[in-house]
């Protein structure tokens, strides 16, 4: 599988970006999708993840009510709107994708075993 991400780019606090993860190699609706992102200095987080079926969703508390992930199996995509930018989500994003995982574990980092190359998100304060 290979993930390609896209979107990134320099916003104003309060603005927002719409990033996208375009799949390929694999029957991308049997496959969990989900964001994580890395700031300078820290440790990659989890930030949004939807099962295949898309009726399953998770978000990190940080993002809750500001970020909405999303996907189109005819197009093989994935979406992160993020919404109310904050200073604090400046980082890179990855796209992550696997087979279908348990429930329980699908905002764990290593239940993930293909991932993009990342899209740098800044926010200016």
């Known amino acids: 599988v290979q993930l390609q991400a896209s979107g990134g780019g320099l916003v104003q606090a309060g603005g927002s970006l719409r990033l996208s993860c375009a799949a390929s190699g694999r029957t991308f609706r049997d496959y969990d999708m989900a964001w994580f992102r890395q700031a300078p200095g820290k440790e990659r987080e989890f930030v949004a993840a939807m099962r295949y079926s898309g009726g399953t969703t998770r978000y990190a508390d940080s993002v809750k009510g500001r970020f909405t992930i999303s996907r189109d199996n005819a197009k093989n995509m994935v979406y992160l709107q993020m919404n109310s930018l904050k200073p604090d989500d400046t980082a890179v994003y990855y796209c992550?994708?696997?087979?279908?995982?348990?429930?329980?574990?699908?905002?764990?980092?290593?239940?993930?075993?293909?991932w993009g190359q990342g899209t740098l998100v800044t926010v200016s304060s």
């Open positions: 992550a994708t696997t087979p279908r995982t348990a429930l329980s574990t699908l905002t764990a980092l290593s239940s993930y075993d293909y």
